[in-house]
Structure formats: structure tokens, C-alpha cells
């Protein structure tokens, strides 16, 4: 639950940017009242447990403000990701791709499945978003968040028509095609950010990380450990005769196979509250067996990239690959891989302290109005936590440069200024609990 929120007394004068887009005047009254509803106490944000705490007659004016689809709320989402830019965009910033699962009892609500859910950690009745999120120091604001349909709902489309999926959004999309979709849309809107975070879920996918090649990004993505690679030295040739189909000069190998025989360091990529959070990683250049297939269903060598490998105190191994710079050294791949658990917090905040998995009603408008209203509310706190933030190192002068990652050893030696896109991330603490509630505002 969210406690009391000094200085909202500004939420309309940050909120003009968001109300010149809407149109109408009753819905830029609607969209404070919603916020406030989100960002106010208590710990159920669905529509009567709100309309309650603000003091109305009733939800329905709510109910008709968050699912009608009278009206397009794009405008919304493309100042979310201006507003989202001026408070963490940059060079420096890091766009994450991943998906969080909202559990769901019955099966009405659009795009639920039997699926995996990480909240629960297992199989069970939820629906799916693909989130992007941007971030800079440890400092997350979510800017997309879009639901995923399984082959349940696009193989029925009476059961979309019903729970009012528009025609576009009907056929089959995998979360990567929808995650490219979202990313050039923030560009598209003027996201600045360096590099594209991403989990196994996404990674492992070819298609999804020459896609982001093809799009001249920088990016670091989990894969499976059974990834086939081959060497850096790898050479393709093609051999005299009939069939003249091109052959590599060695055989792939699966990535644990290829990192296990290296030396992993101890790298400490940023302090925690208990001290420094670090882990042994290795890394080596690779090509990825993501080309053509040649035989067997082996792939052709694609683009030389970076392997690397984290082992953590646990005892679990992942593996990741990334197509930054060839000079790059261990601290910047360890500390550009971990940027990405800062979307993990946004998402926990987002559903426990905005109420994002409370909306009950059961329409494609309606969920994903109200994951932007809450996207919105967390933007709007940030920006709070930002200025205090700003006040707080203004009053202590603190060093803005001061950096988190510590290392033991580069994966090869560099020379010159890093480009910013690759530096490690700034010394921050971790992103503290968000600020307090609004107070309830009366019906407009």
C-alpha cells in the first residue's frame, strides 16, 4: 500500500501534457479523479473500492472512463514516453524488455490462459503483458505494456470479437514481434536509451535479436544454455561439387560447453543494502549458430557477438550474449546484464502499490487503459522522487559521477573513453518504496 504523497499538490499542473491530448472535458476531469483513485490509499484499486475512497455516488462514470472505446488513448501512451524520456532518457539508459503475468480465477478476461506466471512461479490462469521499460541509475518508469494472446484466443476469434481485441491485434504475435512493435513505437515518439536489456524468453530468439541489429541497437539478452555457438576464428567455405553449400570449418557447441573451460572473475556490479552484489562471470567472443542451416539442423555462423557467463552464489549458471563493442570489458557486461532487475522492482510496484492486476473488468480497452492510468501514476512518482532526490544531493553535494560496478579483472584491456551507451551504470541506492497517497479529490 501506498502511504501519503508530499508535494501532490502539483499532479494537475505534471498532468497538462497528458490532459491536452484527451479530447473531451469530462474525460480530462475522469483522468485525475482515476489517479488519484490509484494513488491514494488502500490496497484494492479496483473501480468500487476506489469510487468508494474518492467519495462518489458510484463507479460507474469510472467504469466508463477506463474500458470505453469510444475514444483512443495512443496520445497518452506517446506522452507517457516523452514525459518517461525527461526524467531517465538518455545515452545512458537502458530499455528492458520483459513480461509480467496477472493470475486471473476465471476465464472470461481477455488473453487468459493456462500459462506460465511468474508471480506464482508456475503454471496457472493469468494473462500475459510484454512490458518495456526504461531506466537510467536504477531508476525505472514503465512506458508499454501489452497484452500477449495466446493461440487459445487468436485460434477463437468470435471469443476477441466479444472481449473487443481490435482486428489488427487478432492474428498470432509471438512476445518478441510484440515487444519491436512497442520498441519502435517509443522511437518513434523520441525514447532516447543505449541499450536493449532482455531475458531468455526473449533472447532466445534469433529473429528478435537480429532484429534489434538490424535496427543499429546495442543489446544484452539471456539465451538458453544449449545456445549453439562456434568461435570467433570460425571460417565458412564452400566446397567443390554438386551440392557447393557452404560449410563452416568446425562444429557448434553448446555455450556452457564453451564458457565451462574459461576463467570466471568475481564481479561486483552495484552496492546493495547488505554490501556489494557480485558474482563470477566469463565472457569470450563467439559466433552464434543463428544463420542458414547447412546440415542437421545446424546453423550457419551469424554475427561475432559477446558469450557471457554469470554464476552465481547459488550455484546457478546463466548465460547471456550481447553485441556491444569487442573492447568492452567484464564490469560493463556484468553491469549491463544486471541493469536488468530494475524492471522486476517496477513491475512488483506496480502491481502491488498502483493495483495493476486489480482491474476486474474483462475488455482489451479496459486492461490496458488501466495499465497505462497505473504506468501514468508511477511516472508521476518518480518524478516526485526525482525532485527530492535532486534536493537531497543538492543539500549533501553529493558526487553525481561516482560509479557502482567494482571489478576484478577486464575480459580484455580497453583503451580510450568508453562510449556512454557501454559505461557501467552510476552509483545509486537502490529504488527506495514510492512516496505516500494523495489525498481523495470529490467528484468533478
Not at 546495442?218 to 544454455?225: C, D, N
Not at 502499490?353 to 511516472?379: N, P
Request: glycine share 10%; proline share 7%.
Amino acid at each position: 500500500m501506498v502511504g501519503g504523497v508530499r508535494g501532490a499538490a502539483d499532479l494537475d499542473a505534471w498532468l497538462a501534457p497528458f490532459l491536452e491530448v484527451m479530447g473531451r472535458k469530462t474525460r480530462r476531469s475522469w483522468a485525475p479523479l482515476y489517479l488519484r483513485g490509484l494513488l491514494g490509499p488502500g490496497e484494492r484499486k479496483s473501480l468500487q473500492p476506489m469510487a468508494t475512497r474518492l467519495g462518489l455516488s458510484g463507479h460507474d462514470q469510472l467504469q466508463h472512463f477506463i474500458a470505453s472505446p469510444a475514444w483512443d488513448d495512443g496520445p497518452l501512451w506517446t506522452v507517457l514516453a516523452r514525459e518517461a524520456d525527461r526524467l531517465v532518457g538518455g545515452s545512458d539508459a537502458f530499455l528492458v524488455v520483459d513480461d509480467t503475468a496477472l493470475p486471473k480465477k476465471g476465464e472470461l478476461s481477455v488473453g487468459v490462459a493456462r500459462q506460465y506466471c511468474g508471480q506464482l512461479g508456475k503454471k496457472a490462469n493469468c494473462q500475459s503483458l510484454v512490458s518495456l521499460t526504461l531506466a537510467q541509475d536504477e531508476v525505472p518508469v514503465p512506458v508499454a505494456l501489452r497484452l500477449f494472446l495466446p493461440d487459445t484466443w487468436t485460434d477463437k476469434p468470435e471469443r476477441c470479437v466479444q472481449a473487443g481485441v481490435p482486428a489488427a491485434d487478432m492474428v498470432p504475435r509471438s512476445k518478441g514481434e510484440i515487444a519491436l512493435a512497442e520498441l519502435d513505437r517509443l522511437r518513434a515518439a523520441g525514447v532516447r536509451f543505449g541499450t536493449v536489456l532482455a531475458d531468455a524468453g526473449y533472447g532466445a530468439s534469433a529473429a528478435f535479436r537480429q532484429a534489434l541489429s538490424e535496427r543499429g541497437l546495442l543489446w544484452a539478452v539471456g539465451i538458453p544454455r544449449v545456445q549453439k555457438v562456434y568461435s570467433a576464428a570460425v571460417e565458412v567455405t564452400t566446397p567443390a561439387g554438386r551440392r557447393r553449400r557452404p560449410v563452416p570449418d568446425e562444429e557448434p557447441r553448446p555455450a556452457e560447453e564453451v564458457l565451462a573451460g574459461l576463467s570466471w572473475r568475481r564481479v561486483a556490479w552495484r552496492q546493495g543494502t547488505k554490501g556489494a552484489l557480485a558474482a563470477r562471470f566469463a565472457a569470450t567472443r563467439v559466433r552464434v549458430g543463428d544463420g542458414a542451416i547447412w546440415a542437421n539442423n545446424r546453423h550457419l555462423p551469424g554475427d561475432e557477438v559477446w558469450l557471457v557467463g554469470e554464476w552465481r552464489s547459488s550455484g546457478e549458471r546463466k548465460y547471456h550474449l550481447s553485441n556491444l563493442d569487442p573492447g568492452t570489458s567484464l564490469r560493463v557486461l556484468a553491469s549491463t546484464i544486471k541493469a536488468r532487475w530494475v524492471c522486476e522492482q517496477a513491475h512488483q510496484q506496480l502491481k502491488q502499490e498502483l493495483g495493476l492486476g486489480h482491474f476486474e473488468g474483462r475488455s482489451w480497452t479496459g486492461l490496458h487503459r488501466h495499465a497505462l492510468m497505473t504506468c501514468i501514476g508511477f511516472a508521476y512518482l518518480q518524478h516526485l522522487r526525482l525532485a527530492q532526490q535532486r534536493r537531497a544531493s543538492r543539500g549533501k553535494n553529493a558526487d553525481p559521477h561516482s560509479r557502482a560496478a567494482t571489478f576484478t579483472e577486464p575480459a580484455r584491456s580497453t583503451s580510450g573513453h568508453l562510449p556512454s551507451a557501454v559505461r557501467p551504470p552510476r552509483q545509486t541506492h537502490p529504488m527506495p518504496a514510492l512516496p505516500t497517497p494523495l489525498p481523495t479529490a470529490h467528484q468533478p
